[in-house]
């Protein structure tokens, strides 16, 4: 079993930035990568942006590129999503999750063996 705890959503105006951390305890040895995800109220879950865990390897979905920075901390186990320019349309609840299993494609949730509870951004306009 893996455990996540996300923090350090909030309120902030649109242009503003946010910084999310995803850790994580337990079976951690074996996770392939890790990713975000995040959830707009009457939307299905989307794909924001993955890490591979060793590597470091990064995807980014189209609409964060240049404006999100996904980045882990293997010695704390930690993963974190640096948000800048934000926009109104960002707010969401946002998951990060880990997988174990190695795969080529990292953006869709059910690839995604564990999840966090999810913690909320909302951007103003």
């Known amino acids: 079993q893996v455990q996540l705890v996300e923090s350090g959503g909030g309120l902030v105006q649109a242009g503003g930035s946010l910084r999310l951390s995803c850790a994580a305890s337990?079976?951690?040895?074996?996770?392939?990568?890790m990713g975000w995800f995040r959830q707009a109220r009457g939307k299905e879950r989307e794909f924001v942006a993955a890490i591979t865990w060793s590597s470091g390897r990064t995807y980014y979905a189209d609409s964060v590129k240049g404006r999100f920075t996904i980045s882990r901390d293997n010695a704390r186990n930690t993963m974190y999503l640096q948000m800048n320019s934000l926009k109104p349309e960002d707010t969401a609840v946002y998951y990060c999750?880990?997988?174990?299993?190695?795969?080529?494609?990292?953006?869709?949730?059910?690839?995604?063996?564990?999840w966090g509870q999810g913690t909320q951004v909302t951007v103003s306009s």
């Open positions: 337990g079976r951690t040895v074996r996770t392939y990568a």
């Open positions: 999750a880990t997988r174990e299993a190695a795969a080529i494609v990292l953006n869709l949730p059910r690839g995604y063996d564990y």
